[in-house]
């Protein structure tokens, strides 16, 4: 995925991986992971803004694709990475033909993420097995984070 988008750097990136269930519990617990590895590193309206659309990901598989979910989180300085993995060889329904009047239940975490991200976009995973969601935000420049502050002060 990183090779694909360079949206961080691989050399300065940090990384963190888990696996969760298939079911509603799933979108808390990320946000929770997300919220643990990223806080300190940047500021907190993309922390809000990367939770909230990690929980539409997660939603996403708990609702469509019905399988465990492999949830990653990458960051540098300038960017963050969120993916989201799903075992449904099934890429995702195309809503934005569907039209507005039908998205009253479902399809508006699609136009959410299309509206808050920087980049989205989809890959299915080799031989069929799954796909992988993901998206990226930026950090906005000038604002230091709590690792930059920590290491200025030493």
Request: glycine share 8%.
């Given at each position: 995925?990183?090779?694909?988008?360079?949206?961080?750097?691989?050399?300065t990136?940090?990384?963190?991986?888990?696996?969760?269930?298939?079911?509603?519990?799933?979108a808390?617990?990320g946000?929770i992971?997300?919220?643990e590895?990223?806080?300190g590193?940047v500021?907190p309206?993309?922390?809000q803004?990367?939770?909230?659309?990690?929980?539409?990901?997660i939603?996403?598989v708990v609702?469509?694709a019905?399988?465990?979910?492999h949830?990653g989180?990458t960051?540098d300085a300038?960017n963050?990475?969120?993916?989201?993995?799903?075992?449904?060889?099934a890429?995702?329904?195309?809503?934005?033909?569907i039209?507005l009047?039908?998205?009253?239940?479902?399809?508006?975490?699609m136009?959410?993420?299309?509206?808050?991200?920087?980049?989205?976009g989809?890959a299915?995973?080799?031989?069929?097995?799954?796909k992988?969601m993901?998206?990226?935000?930026?950090?906005?420049?000038g604002?230091?984070?709590?690792?930059q502050?920590?290491q200025?002060v030493?």
């Amino acid at each position: 995925m990183l090779a694909q988008h360079s949206v961080v750097d691989a050399v300065t990136a940090a990384s963190a991986h888990t696996d969760l269930a298939g079911t509603p519990h799933s979108a808390p617990l990320g946000r929770i992971f997300l919220r643990e590895h990223l806080r300190g590193h940047v500021p907190p309206e993309v922390l809000q803004d990367a939770e909230l659309l990690t929980t539409e990901l997660i939603s996403n598989v708990v609702m469509h694709a019905r399988t465990s979910i492999h949830l990653g989180v990458t960051w540098d300085a300038h960017n963050v990475l969120v993916t989201v993995q799903d075992h449904d060889p099934a890429g995702p329904a195309d809503r934005h033909q569907i039209g507005l009047e039908h998205l009253e239940e479902s399809g508006r975490g699609m136009l959410l993420i299309a509206s808050l991200a920087d980049d989205f976009g989809w890959a299915r995973l080799p031989d069929d097995v799954g796909k992988v969601m993901w998206f990226a935000m930026a950090i906005p420049p000038g604002i230091p984070n709590q690792a930059q502050v920590r290491q200025a002060v030493r």
